[in-house]
């Protein structure tokens, strides 16, 4: 049998693709190809949930767009499907003068892309928050949580009920292209395909070399650490509380989290993983890290963040300097309320230059499309992301 499509990557990205595919061509014959034994188990299933607004991003870039339709399409999906989301908003908090400058320049930006922000004044801030201390802030009303993990679960149902075939414990081992089809081996398994769609997080690098791509780029692996607040702290906070971010940095930095689940997380911060997919603290792959340190854009990345990964790597050993970072906005946090809580792990691009890659990054043959570089906000924007993939590849046949 060959497929019309096969989707590697059963997360979010490849989840939503192979729903938006046979949205636009009903009765085509979809095959999707999961390593792990359910939907969702690595970016997907460890991120802090939040259904983003896209107010970081440059006006124009993809990342902005599909943020923008994401919100909206998110929301649409969760309504039709009954999954529950909550509309709690966001306060990004400056602390000082510089960074003011820096939430009054987020707010310039998100005019540029069309979104509706409110100013919130230091008295404001105090009665929308009474626990967080700051001297101005921005509003996003509109920004919301979910679990992202059900959304997932429910597009590999819509799939299947199509007549999708999903395989799970499938690894691939082996992909080839020719002229008319691709052959993709996955265990004891042989597939063909006349189009391939890799959404492979964490491994994107790896299947993109399978197939015989070139490519100047290597997933490196983030940590992103986080705690949960105890039960009794859960009404802490109304909103989501976020910092004003140094535009220097890759990263957002720690923040305040309300979960859809009623609890409240405080993170992430930014570490080197040494295991792509070792959750666990100390988790440690040799092949993972003999990986990224022979990649000389590993070095120059850690070498211009130099000060900040330091900072981030004391925070990860010590959690007084953690908490330091929390107490900026949030006083009132002591120790005692850091309890344990998963960690996740960011696939992050990175150019042989050192450059991090923080748009999305494709790579296209005649019969295969590699989604190398899925940045946050990806699970936001996973349905219109799906969708431009899907669209892609129909006018690629």
Known sequence: MVYDYCIIGGGIVGFATAWQIMRLQPGVKLLLLEKENKPGQHQTGHNSGVIHAGIYYAPGSLKANLCRSGLRETKQFCQQYHIPYHECGKLIV????????????????????????????????????????????????????????????????????????????????????????????????????????????????????????????????????????????????????????????????????????????????????????????GSFSLLDTVDFMRFPGFWKLIYQHRRHTVQELGRSLSKALYLQVCQKYCPTLSIDDLLPYRAGIRAQAVMHSGEAVHDFLFKQTERMLHVCNAPSPAATSALPIGKMIARKCIHQQ
């Not at 510089?98 to 009665?127: C, F, M, P, S, W």
């Not at 201390?133 to 921005?138: E, H, Q, R, W």
Request: aromatic letters at 6%; one cysteine or more; glycine letters at 6%.
């Open 94 to 281: 400056a602390t000082n003068q510089q960074e003011e400058e820096r939430i009054d320049q987020l707010y310039t930006r998100a005019l540029a892309n069309d979104l509706v922000l409110d100013k919130v004044g230091k008295a404001q801030l105090g009665q929308l928050e009474p626990k967080i201390t700051g001297i101005s802030a921005l509003l996003s009303s509109k920004t919301s949580i979910v679990d992202f993990s059900l959304i997932c679960q429910r597009l590999a149902s819509l799939i299947t009920d199509q007549g999708a075939d999903v395989c799970y414990n499938s690894s691939v081992s082996h992909i080839s292209e020719t002229a008319e089809q691709v052959e993709i081996v996955a265990g004891e398994n042989k597939f063909h395909a006349k189009y391939l769609v890799a959404c492979a997080g964490l491994q994107s690098d790896r299947l993109a070399e399978m197939a015989g791509l070139s490519i100047d780029f290597r997933i490196i692996p983030f940590r992103g650490e986080y705690f949960q607040l105890p039960e009794h702290k859960n009404r802490l906070i109304s909103h989501l509380i976020y910092p004003a971010p140094d535009p220097a940095l890759p990263f957002l930095g720690v923040h305040l989290t309300r979960m859809i689940d009623g609890s409240v997380t405080v993170g992430p911060n930014a570490v080197m993983s040494f295991s792509r997919e070792g959750y666990a603290k």
